[in-house]
């Protein structure tokens, strides 16, 4: 069975600070991929960042980064420079051939 | 415009009473799936499809039905809707690749009464 846990139901963050979301999962796949979804108040679904689990390379995309362990099983979102508009639900994601979402993490970057 | 399209976006109905949410995307994805999200348990997989006339099973089919006759659409049905299954619902798909992130559709809030 896959699991994804995400250990940090709120969080809160200063506008222009950075902030780490964390995410630990368990697979018994070899081939799987993670992700990071966020979910505005709008209640929209959308892609943040993915992670190849065959890769050592840490994804990145803008201000957002992740910090992949593959041993430990850990996957961790950073914001950098953290905006107003990045308040939002945030999820983790494994996918071998179903795809598994964490709880969520409610983050609120206040002014 | 590529984009997962689902109806209605909200809906309130009875206990028992047969109803359907329709989900179609216009991608060409092989892979369609349906998911419901609970405060405080995230989302989870309710069915998924890797192509046509292929469904299977996700973590919580109890309740409800799929099929998938066409490649584009994924309706999900409620034969005998009950209050547990008030929630957010969410049709997803994506190309059959794992490496694919899922185009979500734009939800539908269930209240079952």
């Known amino acids: 069975a896959q699991t994804v846990t995400q250990s940090q139901p709120e969080m809160s963050v200063q506008e222009a600070e950075t902030v780490t979301l964390s995410c630990t999962y368990d697979?018994?796949?070899?081939?799987?991929?993670l992700f990071w979804y966020k979910q505005p108040p709008s209640r929209q679904m959308i892609l943040v960042i993915r992670?190849?689990?065959?890769?050592?390379q840490n994804a990145t995309e803008n201000r957002f980064s992740v910090n992949f362990q593959k041993a430990a099983k850990s996957f961790s979102l950073k914001i950098s420079d953290s905006q107003l508009g990045d308040t939002a639900m945030y999820f983790c994601a494994l996918r071998s051939e179903k795809l598994v979402f964490g709880k969520g993490t409610k983050l609120t970057v206040n002014p | 415009e590529a984009q997962v399209t689902q109806n209605p976006r909200y809906l309130i109905t009875v206990t028992g009473k047969k109803l359907t949410v329709t989900c179609s995307q216009n991608?060409?994805?092989?892979?369609m799936s349906w998911y419901r999200q609970d405060p405080g348990l995230g989302l989870r997989q309710i069915y998924y499809?890797?192509?046509?006339?292929?469904?299977d099973k996700g973590d919580v089919p109890e309740g409800y039905k799929v099929s998938r006759k066409e490649k584009r659409n994924f309706p999900l049905i409620l034969e005998s809707p009950s209050p547990n299954q008030t929630s957010l619902y969410f049709c997803a798909s994506s190309p059959g690749q794992l490496y694919s992130p899922l185009h979500f559709g734009n939800g539908t809030r269930l209240t079952v009464t």
């Open positions: 499809s890797m192509n046509v006339e292929v469904t």
């Open positions: 697979t018994s796949e070899n081939n799987y991929y």
């Open positions: 991608m060409n994805h092989e892979y």
């Open positions: 992670q190849e689990a065959y890769k050592q």
